[in-house]
Nanobody, 113 residues
Framework: QVQLVESGGGLVQAGGSLRLSCTTS????????MGWYRQVPGKQRAFLAR???????VHDASVKGRFTISRDNAKNTVYLLMNSLKPEDTAVYFC???????WGQGTQVTVSS
């Protein structure tokens, strides 16, 4: 079973930055299209960004210009660099393959005003 492990979350002040990392079991992260998502309590999980195996990226309009998805296939890791964070970015952040497989635990990001 594929394991997805997100890390790098934490508490940050508005305007700050964080870089999230996503590693997977085997070579899943380096051989699949990957995406980042987030979820707040009571709402559906929302798509943020995706990156193809070749590095082509798509970012949702809600984070375009502030968040950047990238990948390091040699490290089997996908990243999400988040700049200019806002309190409304507070959520649990998840990564997954595209199409989605079993979800990991996610990493909590809290942005204080």
């Amino acid at each position: 079973q594929v394991q997805l492990v997100e890390s790098g979350g934490g508490l940050v002040q508005a305007g700050g930055s964080l870089r999230l990392s996503c590693t997977t079991s085997g070579e899943i992260a380096s051989t699949n299209d990957m995406g980042w998502y987030r979820q707040v309590p009571g709402k559906q999980r929302a798509f943020l960004a995706r990156i193809s195996r070749s590095g082509f990226t798509v970012h949702d309009a809600s984070v375009k210009g502030r968040f950047t998805i990238s990948r390091d296939n040699a490290k089997n890791t996908v990243y999400l660099l988040m700049n200019s964070l806002k309190p409304e970015d507070t959520a649990v952040y998840f990564c997954n393959t595209i199409p989605n497989r079993t979800w990991g635990q996610g990493t909590q990001v809290t942005v204080s005003s």
